[in-house]
């Protein structure tokens, strides 16, 4: 069992009272190194004249891993813990996000033109011309993150209230990156009438609408009427984002082994959501040969299933490890484990793998570096992060500064394109498939693809 790798996600703050015998930190470190953990930063908060007081950053694999770290330092090292604080909740209280006012309100001058009673005067001229909202009000760089907390990514089905820290770190993606204003908008019910009713009354604040962690199949009957009787963009990223950037991904790494998209042998294991989205955008891009697996097996005309998935069913039959005799690609988007070195070893020379389930992958990459050409992740802490924020920006950015009633596969293939040309030929190879997420030209490339795809279709309006 390759054991996990240490992430920020399960860092913690120590704060140790040592000695000063140099030695008491150096033991601390070297039992922090045996339990595993990497240590951060290092922080000398008070020397007196018989004691150091320091705040170090440890970083561990799992909260079991945190405890049995922190457990180490108190009974193998002369230091004492005064204090131990875990990093990621303490980044959450309070929330993460907040509203500013672009204008400050110094005088009264100020106050008449913003408010009462100058105000009064712009919603006239918006009830005498409805289209005057998206210049006069934020609607033209908001979007609206509707969640009901029934498919968070790792956890389920946890609730509206559950899902709200997710969907305040998604507002502050779309705002690093994309420089939109986006608000959490966490529904307390699941019903798909209430959900499409609910965003509908909402809808007039808002410049497009952000699907999130809604489950299938519940999901795909909310966005198609939501995008029937709305005239704004509505877009479900856990379909659509995660397609755009697994394409891209695909693109640069077919590329680098010398196969072709179109002759290729994929298998998508995860037959949910993300799994329907990215074998239609793949087979929108030129697949052919699609394999879905679900927990059950292989997507099999004599199986039971979703109206979605039937679009994918074969006369195959068989299980994860039938279908991939002789692939080409695998793409995971299903649970931790399920895909085993044995597995890895039936498929095609050349094989691309893409274990992308959160946190922990369908097979940890340390096991089949040496078996395959390329590995990539949903994590950050692998090589080839395929992760939804190198989309979702851009595309609405792009989206949103033409007006475009709706999203069309058209552009989700531009904002795949847009993205996989950033990794050059140069560039390119089994660790670098995709660009980080931190790569500044990423969101302006891909809204600059997607606006002149959607001019092209004559679905601008500005």
Do not use: W
Request: with cysteine; proline share 5%.
């Amino acid at each position: 069992m390759v054991k996990l790798t240490p992430t920020p996600a399960y860092s913690l703050t120590l704060r140790l009272e040592t000695s000063l015998d140099p030695t008491d930190l150096a033991t601390v470190l070297r039992v922090i190194g045996e339990q595993q953990g990497q240590v951060g930063s290092i922080t000398l908060i008070e020397k007196t004249a018989n004691k150091v007081l320091r705040e170090l950053v440890v970083v561990a694999a799992s909260r079991d891993h945190a405890t049995a770290i922190v457990n180490a330092v108190k009974s193998d090292t002369q230091a004492t813990v005064l204090e131990v604080s875990d990093r990621t909740f303490r980044l959450h209280e309070g929330g993460k996000i907040t509203v500013k006012s672009k204008h400050p309100l110094q005088e009264y001058d100020d106050l008449a033109m913003a408010y009462t009673p100058g105000v009064g005067r712009v919603s006239q001229a918006i009830a005498e011309d409805p289209q005057l909202v998206h210049k006069l009000t934020i609607k033209s760089h908001t979007v609206a993150i509707v969640s009901d907390g029934s498919a968070v990514l790792g956890l389920g089905n946890i609730g509206a209230a559950a899902a709200l820290p997710v969907m305040e770190g998604k507002a502050m993606l779309f705002q690093e990156f994309a420089g939109l204003d986006a608000f959490p908008i966490c529904l307390s019910t699941q019903d798909v009438d209430e959900i499409v009713a609910t965003v509908k009354h909402i809808a007039p604040v808002f410049g497009g609408i952000n699907l999130e962690d809604i489950s299938a199949p519940r999901c795909f009957e909310i966005e198609a009427r939501l995008q029937a009787e709305l005239d704004i963009p509505v877009f479900h990223d856990d379909q659509h984002g995660t397609a755009i950037v697994t394409l891209a991904a695909l693109k640069n790494a077919l590329q680098l082994v010398g196969k072709s998209l179109e002759t290729v042998r994929i298998v998508i294991n995860g037959a949910g959501a993300a799994g329907i989205a990215v074998a239609r955008l793949l087979r929108k891009a030129g697949a052919k040969d699609l394999i879905l697996c679900n927990r059950r097996g292989i997507l099999s005309v004599q199986a039971e299933l979703t109206p979605a998935q039937r679009e994918f069913a074969v006369p195959q039959t068989g299980t994860l490890a039938d279908a991939l005799k002789d692939a080409d690609v695998f793409i995971g988007l299903s649970a931790p484990g399920v895909l085993t070195v044995e597995m890895v070893q039936r498929m095609a020379k050349q094989a691309i793998v893409f274990a992308m389930a959160n946190p922990v992958p369908e097979i940890q990459p340390e096991l089949i570096y040496d078996q395959v050409a390329v590995v990539a992740t949903g994590r950050s802490d692998y090589p080839n992060q395929i992760n939804n924020v190198l989309a979702f920006p851009g595309v609405f950015k792009g989206t949103l500064a033409c007006r475009a009633p709706r999203m069309t596969e058209e552009m989700f293939l531009a904002a795949a394109e847009a993205i996989a040309r950033l990794v050059s030929p140069s560039e390119l190879h089994s660790a670098y498939i995709i660009p980080s997420v931190f790569d500044p030209r990423v969101a302006p490339a891909v809204a600059k693809a997607v606006e002149e795809c959607a001019r092209s279709l004559g679905l601008a309006r500005a």
